[in-house]
């Protein structure tokens, strides 16, 4: 029987080319005719198995549909994956008592090729049968039935590819025409609708609606119900669902408030139904299932409604899939849409501003003021209604209305506003007069209690209303003005900003009407004689001008004579307003040209531009311009004064660069990092948004910087730093604070924190391939870098500027010592610092105390017989216990103090060998060496040196290297190679089939020796796979004339597989322990081995 685990993938690989659900194809019955007649036999089928029968798709000589498993040539051929030859199925004690053999059609061959999927299941055959016996039936005959077998699957995969390519243009189609109906779609509410229509299509549902949840009230609101043409006639009664309803009331309120899928099918047929009377209509029309998937669109809540008018016991399934589909897709639609939506809100309401600031300027009583206020709101602003309420200082502290437009109630006119805290004074108007800030009704029907206005505001449609104060004295607002809008999603942030702004413009004009007399008086007071102006304009070397207003626009009237020193003009030169755009810098032009709209806005302005001198050269000038009106209180010009501030310009942006800018790469430095986190924490905190600091240090830079000096170094961190630069958004920072670590602030990484993490791991991934994914051009030659970055998120409670600085340095440190590159802080990480620096600590002063020991393990030839050694590195702690290498070699490795411990092991080698070199003078020692100590300055003549310094000949050393090391810095490992193996050092490559396996390197590099991982060899005999890989490297070296060593031999299964081999060595815990190094050279100064070569490892 075959395993029920692989029997059922089988099955689940048939279903998925679909066999059974295709009609009959014209290709495979040729391919049975061809099979026929190849063969000359007079049958050839093509089947297929289910769990239950084997069925004939396609068939030539005979009309058979099914057999069952037991009965079927087939399903044996399936079963064993090979073909099958039946000569003669009577003499076959398989089949002789088939139904197929011993009845119609009396099968006595048989010759079947199991048609077998490229993920290695079987899952039909391609047989030729006769009801004679046959024999002779050859290897090229069976050949020939494989081939024509695979020539079945590949029309089975060629015509799922044509059905998948189908359905993806089918789809794409679909997503095209949704996604233009909702991009054309003339607003908002239009392109909800066109959504929900595109749902129904999709879905087949026959009512679609959006639905959304207010969680301060707890309500659940029908935002839009769409109806296809079968829904329509039942009858329903829409109306019902408008405006809000308790989420008890509705089936899926409560499901909804917590953000999880309603299935209507715990409801529809039971007591329950009664609970919720619009499902109860829903379901008497003719609806049998309804769900609704929620998701959340900007800062709401969102439900999308599916209702059907059938149910089936897949419809959850396949309706969630559509529906989350749908949902991911729509969501950026309709935020684009939304996004429009607040824009062009945000654009009316800006026009709303500009026109306000003439308006106003006309009026010339409070009362004009505050009538041209409100149409402006209603005419430009798009709003339904608006009024103004003035706070009284009389003894109810009444509240006035000054002034209204667009549809009015006449409930407001009778209503009795009083700014007092008491009853009366708790409506939004009098709030925002009392307390001084904006209060903002979402919803009209539900928001501030009892409103007596309430029902006339409803039936004119009003569905939200916002009351912005204006104007401040020290215990209340001077006014308010109120705004009413039909639209649900009016008053968005953007939108109430610029109504700020239009209150502002409001409470200054109001305050200019009130004061102007009194101002002009005052300019008119600190006006100077013509000839002292002009002698301390001489003497300052500032330039003096006016300007004139004729038919709105400025014009230069006079320009003191002093103009020519500063931009090398005449005063006669400069006229008209066309000279001055055409010498401003084109660069600031557009916020300058708005220097006369704000004099006129506030009396008195002062803005800073470049201007170009008639030598071509730019000048920058403070530009303060005050505004001059007539007897009659009109704006009649303006009085301007220009100072050269280019030389304090320019040497406050030299004294900016220097503090903030980091010379080398012309990056923020870690001063100017530190200012733009703090701000944008302070912002992260105020909007609620997610920002992310990640942390990056530069790998193996330290190799350049050695190798090839600084300026090379220089080089290396200038291009990086183009690089990183080209990856993050202009909104966000990048920052060089020291030697090779920089740190990128993403300021809006994500609305939650789920999103900003994914968002921050994206980025550093892909920052990460800008360093490592191109080698650096340096001196002619091609070098890699690579990166470890870590990361925090933003804001958390007790967050400052360091604390996230030191977060994301200790995830970078965790993702230099682990397998991930990206890694985010978490809380358990700087414990894990504190406890790495405690190792790395003991590591240091172990070099100091000579605390590291070597202890060695024999090795043994296919005999048994000991030959060499592996000595091992030791820590020996304080107390006297002993630490393993797998608690401290990474992080010696990540602190650098593997190359002075590497340098410490190669000497205590040399000096073992030489000990009992008198006795064993051809006896060797393997020495493990990192990649830092292998790339450090000068390795290869510190080998030399320590050789020579103990006497030992090059030939006994052998430097263990990992697959790894070989494929870095390629040029720059074989010439190190290359002069160490010239003195006859020998080089081993270490764990072999464990990393970047080539036999390029091991061919043109001075490698002697390949060490088979232990992970190999703990695996066999028993796994065959292991075998394979362990002969094949045996031949492979035996081929390229390199000595084999296997390490982890530890049971005499192992010892007894490998001793077959020849000539390899062994070693393990089946033969010896390790021995301190006096215990081992007391046993082997006094037996007398054969010549090896041992190791020393960590």
């Not at 194809?25 to 036999?41: C, Q, S």
Request: include cysteine; hydrophobic fraction near 40%.
């Amino acid at each position: 029987m075959p395993n029920n685990k692989v029997e059922q993938t089988r099955q689940d690989t048939t279903a998925r080319y679909k066999i059974f659900d295709m009609q009959s194809d014209e290709f495979l019955r040729r391919i049975t005719r061809v099979a026929a007649r190849a063969f000359g036999l007079p049958i050839a089928l093509v089947t297929f198995a289910d769990s239950k029968r084997v069925w004939t798709y396609e068939n030539h000589g005979i009309d058979l549909q099914w057999t069952a498993h037991e009965d079927a040539f087939s399903d044996y051929t399936i079963q064993t994956e090979t073909v099958l030859i039946v000569s003669d199925a009577l003499r076959d004690k398989r089949f002789s008592d088939s139904p197929l053999v011993i009845g119609p059609p009396y099968i006595r061959f048989y010759a079947g090729a199991p048609i077998i999927t490229g993920d290695g299941y079987p899952v039909g055959t391609l047989s030729v049968l006769t009801p004679e016996p046959y024999e002779g039936f050859s290897s090229e005959k069976e050949d020939l039935l494989r081939e024509l077998a695979q020539a079945v699957l590949t029309e089975l995969e060629l015509q799922q590819a044509k059905k998948t390519q189908l359905k993806i243009s089918t789809d794409l189609a679909f997503w095209n025409r949704f996604s233009k109906a909702v991009a054309l779609a003339p607003d908002f509410d239009k392109a909800i609708y066109q959504t929900l229509s595109c749902c129904a299509e999709r879905t087949k549902a026959v009512i679609c609606f959006l639905a959304s949840y207010n969680a301060d009230y707890e309500t659940i609101e029908y935002i839009k119900i769409y109806l296809t043409p079968t829904a329509e006639q039942y009858g329903l009664d829409i109306s019902k669902r408008s405006g809000n309803h308790p989420k008890e009331d509705v089936s899926f309120g409560k499901p909804l408030s917590k953000g999880e899928i309603s299935d209507t099918s715990d409801y529809i047929e039971t007591e329950k139904l009664e609970q919720f009377p619009l499902l109860q209509e829903m379901v008497q029309a003719g609806i049998r299932r309804q769900f609704v998937y929620p998701f959340d669109l900007g800062k709401r809540r969102f439900g999308l409604g599916l209702a059907f008018d059938f149910d089936s016991s897949d419809l959850r399934q396949k309706s969630q899939i559509l529906a989350q589909d749908f949902i991911t897709r729509v969501v950026p639609l309709l935020m684009g849409r939304l996004r429009e939506y607040a824009l062009d809100r945000a654009n009316q309401t800006l026009r709303m501003i500009n026109a306000s600031k003439e308006t106003f300027a006309r009026a010339t009583t409070p009362d004009a003021l505050f009538e041209a206020a409100c149409q402006l709101a209603v005419d430009v602003g798009g709003y339904d209604s608006s009024w103004i309420g003035i706070a009284q200082n009389d003894r109810d502290k009444s509240v006035q209305i000054a002034a209204s437009a667009g549809r009015h109630f006449p409930a407001l006119s009778k209503i009795r506003f009083t700014w007092r805290g008491d009853q009366d004074g708790r409506g939004p108007t009098c709030t925002a007069i009392r307390e001084k800030k904006i209060v903002l009704l979402r919803d009209i029907s539900k928001e501030y209690g009892p409103l007596s206005w309430r029902e006339e505001a409803l039936a004119s449609g009003f569905r939200t209303s916002i009351c912005l104060p204006f104007g401040s004295y020290e215990d209340r607002a001077i006014g308010a003005i109120t705004l009413y809008s039909k639209n649900h999603v009016s008053f968005e942030q953007d939108e109430q900003n610029l109504l700020i702004e239009l209150t502002d413009i409001l409470a200054k004009a109001l305050q200019n009407i009130t004061n102007r007399r009194d101002y002009d008086a005052a300019l008119v007071a600190c006006s100077m004689s013509e000839q002292r102006i002009q002698q301390v304009l001489l003497a300052s070397g500032t330039v003096l001008y006016t300007l004139k207003f004729v038919k709105g626009c400025a014009f230069p009237d006079e320009v003191s004579r002093n103009v020519l020193n500063l931009v090398g003009y005449a005063p006669e030169d400069m006229q008209g307003p066309e000279w001055w755009r055409e010498h401003v810098h084109p660069e600031d032009l557009p916020q300058a040209e708005l220097g006369i709209a704000h004099v006129q806005e506030a009396g008195h302005y002062i803005h800073r531009y470049r201007i170009r001198h008639r030598n071509g050269c730019f000048r920058w000038i403070r530009d303060e311009l005050t505004l001059q009106r007539d007897a009659n209180g009109n704006a009649s010009g303006v009085i301007g004064v220009w100072i050269d501030i280019t030389e304090h310009h320019e040497a406050q942006e030299e004294i900016y660069r220097l503090a903030h800018i980091d010379p080398l790469t012309s990056l923020p430095n870690r001063r100017l990092l530190n200012e733009r986190l703090g701000e944008v924490l302070t912002e992260a905190r105020r909007s609620g948004s997610h920002g992310a600091l990640l942390f990056i240090d530069l790998d193996r830079f330290k190799n350049i910087n050695d190798l090839l000096g600084h300026n090379a170094g220089d080089t290396a961190l200038a291009e990086v730093a183009g690089r990183l630069r080209q990856i993050i958004r202009a909104t966000d920072t990048i920052a060089r604070i020291g030697g090779d670590e920089f740190v990128v602030l993403l300021a809006k990484a994500g609305s939650t924190s789920g999103d900003a993490s994914a968002h921050a791991t994206k980025i550093g991934e892909k920052l990460i391939d800008s360093i490592a994914g191109r080698p650096i051009l340096l001196g002619g030659q091609e070098y890699y870098v690579g990166a470890s970055i870590g990361f925090t998120l933003f804001p958390k409670p007790a967050d400052t500027i360091e604390t996230l600085v030191r977060e994301a340095d200790t995830a970078m440190y965790q993702a230099k010592s682990g397998t991930d590159n990206v890694v985010m802080f978490n809380p358990t990480m700087h414990q894990s610092l504190v406890i790495r620096h405690a190792i790395e600590d003991d590591i240091r002063n172990a070099l100091k105390d000579k605390r590291f020991e070597i202890w060695l393990q024999n090795q043994m030839d296919n005999t048994g017989t000991a030959v060499s050694a592996e000595a091992l590195v030791r820590l020996r702690k304080r107390d006297g216990g002993i630490t393993a290498p797998s608690e401290f070699i990474s992080i010696a490795e990540a602190s650098g103090l593997i190359v002075p411990l590497g340098r410490w092991i190669l000497q205590e080698a040399c000096s073992i060998l030489r000990q009992i070199g008198s006795n064993r003078p051809d006896y060797g020692i393997s020495v493990n060496v990192s990649p830092q100590q292998f790339y450090a300055p000068n390795f290869a003549s510190d080998v030399l040196t320590t050789l020579d310094h103990f006497g030992v000949t090059p030939g006994n050393l052998t430097l263990e290297i990992t697959e790894n090391l070989l494929v870095q810095e390629i040029t720059e490992t074989s010439k190190i190679m290359g002069r160490l193996a010239d003195r006859g050092v020998r080089f081993s490559v270490d764990d072999f089939g464990t990393g970047y396996s080539n036999l390029h390197y091991l061919s043109q590099l001075p490698i002697k020796e390949l060490k088979i991982d232990r992970g190999f060899i703990s695996q066999i005999p028993e796994d065959t796979s292991s075998i394979a890989i362990v002969e094949t490297i045996f031949a492979m070296a035996r081929r390229l004339d390199l000595d084999v060593v296997a390490e982890g031999v530890e049971k005499n299964v192992q010892f007894s597989f490998l001793k077959n081999f020849g000539q390899m060595r062994m070693q393990g815990f089946y033969f010896a322990k390790p021995m301190e190094t006096k215990t081992w050279l007391e046993y082997h100064l006094e037996t007398h081995s054969t010549s090896a070569f041992g190791e020393i490892d960590y």
